[in-house]
């Protein structure tokens, strides 16, 4: 009786740690707090990282028994970034889009052996992020000290919390988003000259905003690409084969093909490299349209 009350008040608190954080104003803000948020669910440490190609590197950290080393492990990570492919469990997290109870962290060869070193940590769980239908990121969670090491029950936990905090991220950025168009529409009506707005310089040659990696931290894409096309075009981009890109994002070499066969079709193209090229032109074109003050779209600075 006395664990389904403890089980029912970790319940009721990741609901209300997830209404905690969608009530932050910004995707950095929701990151770097949600390590105290899991914290309060009695985890003494957790990491949150973002997913940058095959990498993935802690965004934000919290150990309550030694702050030190939550600062040790963002330096590690950064320098020493996971990657997808040789950490099997968070490899097979991604792949899945499961939470995974990790144990024998200490003496296994197929974790980030660095972090494990650092941590000390003996049982883990990790659990994919996800905006959309697009891993972005992982959360890493475990317990040391006198507390119970983490179990079957904490793995449901993080997958519930993880799976509100896609929405959560997903509802930030959009927030985002719609600030930062407003701007842009009120830089284009007012006309007062070149003016930064968020990444845009109004001007004569407006440096428009890259559409970055994430969904979570971009404007949808122009065309009616989908997130996964946009995934694809993005790989395209600097070369990649279909296997490459494939084993990149989990997918069968037949799935990539679809995409870029359906890529090519919506961007009215014929070649991988004329897709780069229109996909670029029209971002610079739907970014408002040029920017209302260059004579064309083509006037300005091309997205890098």
Same mark, same amino acid.
């Given at each position: 009786?006395?664990?389904? /009350?403890?089980?029912?008040?970790?319940?009721?608190?990741?609901?209300?740690?997830?209404?905690?954080?969608?009530?932050?104003?910004?995707?950095?803000?929701?990151?770097?707090?949600?390590?105290?948020?899991?914290?309060?669910?009695?985890?003494?440490?957790?990491?949150?990282?973002?997913?940058?190609?095959?990498?993935?590197?802690?965004?934000?950290?919290?150990?309550?028994?030694?702050?030190?080393?939550?600062?040790?492990?963002?330096?590690?990570?950064?320098?020493?970034?996971?990657?997808?492919?040789?950490?099997?469990?968070?490899?097979?997290?991604?792949?899945?889009?499961?939470?995974?109870?990790?144990?024998?962290?200490?003496?296994?060869?197929?974790?980030?052996?660095?972090?494990?070193?650092?941590?000390?940590?003996?049982?883990?769980?990790?659990?994919?992020?996800?905006?959309?239908?697009?891993?972005?990121?992982? $959360?890493?969670?475990?317990?040391?000290?006198?507390?119970?090491?983490?179990?079957?029950?904490?793995?449901?936990?993080?997958?519930?919390?993880?799976?509100?905090?896609?929405?959560?991220?997903?509802?930030?950025?959009?927030?985002?988003?719609?600030?930062?168009?407003?701007?842009?529409?009120?830089?284009?009506?007012?006309? /007062?000259?070149?003016?930064?707005?968020?990444?845009?310089?109004?001007?004569?040659?407006?440096?428009?905003?890259?559409?970055?990696?994430?969904?979570?931290?971009?404007?949808?894409?122009?065309?009616?690409?989908?997130?996964?096309?946009?995934?694809?075009?993005?790989?395209?981009?600097?070369?990649?084969?279909?296997?490459?890109?494939?084993?990149? /994002?989990?997918?069968?070499?037949?799935?990539?093909?679809?995409?870029?066969?359906? $890529?090519?079709?919506? /961007?009215?193209?014929?070649?991988?490299?004329?897709?780069?090229?229109?996909?670029?032109?029209?971002?610079?074109?739907?970014?408002?349209?040029?920017?209302?003050?260059?004579?064309?779209?083509?006037?300005?600075?091309?997205?890098?």
């Amino acid at each position: 009786m006395a664990m389904e /009350l403890d089980h029912a008040w970790t319940v009721a608190h990741v609901h209300g740690s997830l209404r905690h954080l969608r009530q932050l104003s910004t995707v950095s803000d929701i990151v770097q707090q949600t390590p105290q948020r899991l914290a309060g669910l009695g985890y003494t440490r957790s990491m949150v990282s973002r997913l940058h190609e095959e990498h993935w590197i802690a965004r934000s950290a919290y150990a309550a028994d030694n702050t030190e080393i939550a600062v040790a492990v963002l330096q590690l990570s950064q320098a020493v970034p996971g990657k997808i492919g040789r950490e099997d469990p968070e490899s097979a997290a991604i792949r899945d889009r499961a939470a995974l109870l990790v144990t024998g962290a200490r003496t296994r060869a197929d974790v980030h052996r660095r972090l494990a070193d650092l941590t000390r940590t003996e049982t883990y769980v990790v659990a994919p992020i996800i905006v959309g239908d697009e891993v972005i990121g992982m $959360i890493h969670v475990d317990r040391v000290g006198d507390t119970p090491a983490v179990a079957e029950f904490d793995r449901a936990i993080l997958a519930l919390f993880a799976e509100g905090m896609g929405a959560v991220l997903e509802h930030a950025s959009l927030r985002e988003r719609v600030h930062h168009y407003h701007q842009q529409v009120v830089g284009k009506t007012q006309l /007062l000259g070149p003016t930064d707005m968020g990444g845009a310089v109004f001007g004569p040659r407006c440096a428009l905003p890259i559409i970055e990696r994430d969904p979570m931290f971009g404007p949808e894409a122009p065309a009616g690409l989908t997130r996964r096309e946009l995934d694809v075009l993005r790989l395209i981009g600097p070369g990649l084969t279909n296997p490459q890109i494939a084993k990149r /994002l989990f997918i069968s070499v037949g799935t990539v093909k679809t995409h870029v066969k359906s $890529i090519l079709r919506k /961007l009215e193209v014929s070649s991988r490299d004329q897709a780069v090229s229109r996909f670029r032109h029209l971002a610079t074109q739907e970014a408002a349209g040029c920017c209302g003050v260059c004579a064309d779209a083509e006037a300005c600075a091309p997205l890098a």
